[in-house]
């Protein structure tokens, strides 16, 4: 008894807010369209005082005296000397042996395969001119 009460209760409950809940978009629609369908007034655009344009002096930058600065020398550093390179000494080339070319075995005759006849090529069948052929009708639709 008590479940069936609180069912019924949950379902009202739910039923109720989805009214509110359709009927608040839809006002919200409405007035929505109904503010967009309306024209608003054009409104004076505000004129603005001018104000006297004032020129201010460009300023002049002073000008630097050029200075020589020396120019760096880098110090000279002794020169070494390489020692000689050692004698490396050149080893013989090796001989390769030679080989003697390889005979290939004789490959045995296939035997003669059947000599196949050639086929004539398929004709289609031409059919009378004055055969007459069925055929089927279809509905006709008047949608242009």
Do not use: G, W
């Not at 109720?16 to 054009?42: G, I, K, N, Q």
């Not at 080339?93 to 003697?100: A, D, H, M, S």
């Amino acid at each position: 008894m008590a479940s069936s009460y609180f069912s019924t209760y949950y379902s009202l409950t739910l039923l109720l807010l989805l009214v509110v809940t359709l009927t608040s978009m839809c006002s919200t629609e409405v007035e929505a369209r109904r503010l967009s369908e309306t024209t608003l007034p054009e409104l004076p655009k505000p004129e603005l005082p001018s104000l006297p344009k004032v020129e201010l002096p460009k300023p002049e930058l002073p000008s630097l005296p050029k200075v020589e600065l020396p120019k760096p020398e880098l110090p000279q550093l002794p020169k070494m000397e390489l020692p000689p390179l050692p004698h490396v000494p050149t080893l013989p080339k090796p001989e390769l042996p030679t080989f003697t070319k390889p005979e290939l075995p004789q490959v045995p005759e296939l035997p003669h395969l059947p000599v196949v006849p050639e086929l004539p090529k398929p004709m289609l069948p031409t059919l009378p001119k004055d055969m007459h052929i069925p055929t089927i009708p279809f509905p006709h639709s008047n949608t242009p």
